[in-house]
Nanobody
């Protein structure tokens, strides 16, 4: 099995920073893309892509976070970080990590963590 765990969420004032971490572990034979998604509270709010990173190092960002958030990855440790600067109340959401991984002796699949809450409020 592959396990994905996020950490680093919390309550922060507008304009401040937070750093989220994502770690994939278990019987992993290979890793591909790792991505951050978020879902804001309230009915009708869809999960949106925050940032993604391929194993080769290519990155992409959602329009609402570009220039404020930075994604980084350690392939040797199967970890990914999300540095979030200049946080705003609209960044309040549950942030989830998704990892594409191939289990030992198995097939490729997408694995999700439980998510970590980020609340931006004064």
């Amino acid at each position: 099995q592959v396990h994905v765990v996020e950490s680093g969420g919390g309550l922060v004032q507008p304009g401040k920073s937070l750093r989220l971490s994502c770690a994939a572990s278990g019987s992993i034979e290979a890793m591909s893309a790792m991505e951050w998604y978020r879902q804001a509270p309230g009915p009708g709010n869809l999960r949106e892509l925050v940032a993604g990173n391929t194993r080769g190092g290519s990155t992409n960002y959602g329009a609402s976070v570009k220039g404020r958030f930075t994604i980084s990855r350690d392939n040797a440790k199967n970890t990914m970080m999300l540095q979030m600067n200049s946080l705003q109340p609209e960044d309040t959401a549950v942030y989830c990590c998704r990892a594409e991984a191939k289990e030992v002796g198995g097939t490729w699949g997408g694995y999700w963590g439980q998510g970590t809450q980020v609340t931006v409020s004064s």
